[in-house]
């Protein structure tokens, strides 16, 4: 059974530290994205990627957050520097075309829970 | 532009009583609406899309165009369907991209 992974699950950080976030998507998979998941905003869209390109990043403080897709393996999201507002549950997803859907269904990983002392 | 408002934030019922999670949205095209759902700490999951028309663990989740909704629909809650539920949606050539709303939690009572 095919699923998204993530590391670390967990990390505790203090400010002003690099966070690096990984994710393997569904093999086959052509988009990626990252999601933010906090009590106060749910789930906000942070980027996406379509055949490791990036599509969108609007979502995402451009002076500390970046996304990149190494290769088709592996999606990165870094913190930098990291600040106690960006203490979070960081979800990546990946998606595919599917037969019945005329859209993309997503399939997400397990998360990272990100706190920033 | 797309939105998606989930109006309750927390549902509480009983066992055995129906539950309605309220969805409305708003895009001007042809929408395609899902509800995924998040038991305590795991990921999150698809529960049901609409194109589909499916029951799935009881649930049913019927759009109304007229009233840009999407509400999902249990007509006997359980302690197990306790979870956090979001409604989301795809427009337009967005590539997949979802626009999720705010969640809502339900939390089922014995």
């Known amino acids: 059974d095919a699923r998204v992974t993530q590391t670390p699950r967990h990390k505790v950080t203090e400010m002003g530290q690099e966070v690096t976030m990984r994710c393997q998507p569904i093999?086959?998979?052509?988009?990626v994205f990252w999601y933010r998941q906090t009590m106060m905003q749910g789930l906000e869209l942070l980027a996406y990627?379509?055949?490791?390109?990036?599509?969108?990043d609007s979502g995402m403080p451009k002076d500390r957050f970046s996304a990149e897709m190494p290769d088709a393996t592996l999606a990165t999201l870094k913190i930098q520097p990291s600040e106690p507002r960006d203490s979070a549950v960081y979800f990546c997803?990946?998606?595919?075309?599917?037969?019945?859907?005329?859209?993309?269904?997503?399939?997400f990983g397990p998360g990272t829970r990100l706190t920033v002392l | 532009a797309q939105r998606v408002t989930q109006p309750e934030k927390l549902l509480s019922v009983f066992k055995g009583a129906p539950v309605e999670l309220k969805c409305n949205y708003s895009?001007?095209?042809?929408?395609?609406l899902f509800w995924y759902v998040q038991y305590s700490r795991q990921r999150l999951q698809l529960l049901l899309r609409?194109?589909s028309r499916e029951s799935i663990k009881g649930f049913t989740a019927d759009l109304n165009k007229g009233e840009t909704s999407f509400h999902l629909k249990k007509p006997f809650a359980q302690e197990e369907d306790s979870a956090m539920y979001y409604c989301?949606?795809?427009?337009?050539?967005?590539?997949?991209?979802?626009?999720f709303g705010q969640g809502t939690i339900l939390t089922v009572h014995p």
């Open positions: 997803a990946s998606g595919s075309r599917s037969a019945r859907a005329t859209y993309n269904e997503q399939f």
């Open positions: 093999l086959g998979h052509n988009t």
């Open positions: 990627f379509r055949n490791r390109a990036p599509l969108d």
């Open positions: 895009y001007s095209g042809s929408p395609e």
């Open positions: 609409h194109i």
């Open positions: 989301a949606l795809a427009g337009g050539t967005s590539y997949g991209k979802l626009t």
